[in-house]
């Protein structure tokens, strides 16, 4: 989910459990969507994108769902792996070059 | 390939000082951006350069400059740092295409006491 303050919300799943990540976009008009991650001391990495002509994709353990009457967006990842750890969050294209970041979830793996 | 590179990687800076944040690409890219990332807020976004030759701000200008020097490099410059300036900032890039995934440099993480 979305930052309310200083404190990133945090997902604690044990290690090969489905780990679900939930967002809720604000630009009803964003036509495009992707997913972040982003380890300790490292800048973000793409996982995975979804167009809005979608509802849900797929990817190699990872699946996006986009539910646009709601404007939420969710991240699964399947039989979630120590290496997983990290904070995950998405970002909405909503035309041109800018695109709204999310503040993201924390995820943490227990093993 | 490289990537995205940021240099420094870390910088300590008093209140007043000025610096040059540096970022480079071999990725072809014709888009880059500067961007800024608080503890528990999303990344916000400074300037972009959408192409050589062309810069815009993002959300949150004030107190910064850009340069695109070229298609691979594009420079942030805080003249006169304020602690509030205390953050990390990331560089990416992005194809100019329809998709909009960017690649992220590693970050600099600025200190302004």
């Known amino acids: 989910g979305e930052s309310v303050g200083l404190h990133l919300p945090t997902l604690s799943v044990q290690e090969g459990d489905n780990s679900i990540i939930n967002c809720a976009y604000s630009?009803?008009?964003?036509?495009?969507f992707i997913w972040y991650k982003q380890e300790s001391g490292k800048g973000p990495q793409f996982i995975i994108d979804i167009r809005s002509n979608m509802d849900k994709r797929q990817g190699q353990r990872v699946t996006v769902l986009l539910n646009k009457t709601v404007k939420h967006l969710s991240l699964q990842i399947a039989a979630t792996q120590p290496g997983d750890s990290a904070v995950y969050f998405c970002?909405?294209?909503?035309?041109?070059?800018?695109?709204?970041f999310g503040a993201g979830t924390r995820l943490f793996v227990k093993a | 390939n490289a990537g995205v590179t940021q240099t420094p990687k870390f910088q300590v800076l008093k209140t007043g000082q000025s610096m040059t944040l540096q970022c480079a690409q071999d990725m072809n890219h014709n888009s880059m951006y500067w961007y800024r990332q608080d503890p528990g807020m999303g990344l916000r976004l400074i300037y972009y350069?959408?192409?050589?030759?062309?810069?815009d701000k993002g959300e949150v200008p004030n107190g910064y400059n850009v340069s695109r020097l070229n298609k691979r490099e594009f420079s942030l410059r805080l003249e006169s740092a304020a602690p509030s300036q205390t953050s990390v900032y990331f560089c990416?890039?992005?194809?100019?295409?329809?998709?909009?995934?960017?690649?992220f440099g590693p970050g600099t993480r600025l200190t302004v006491l």
């Open positions: 970002a909405e294209h909503t035309g041109g070059f800018k695109t709204i």
């Open positions: 630009n009803s008009a964003s036509d495009y």
């Open positions: 990416a890039t992005r194809t100019g295409t329809s998709t909009d995934t960017q690649y």
């Open positions: 350069s959408a192409s050589e030759g062309t810069t």
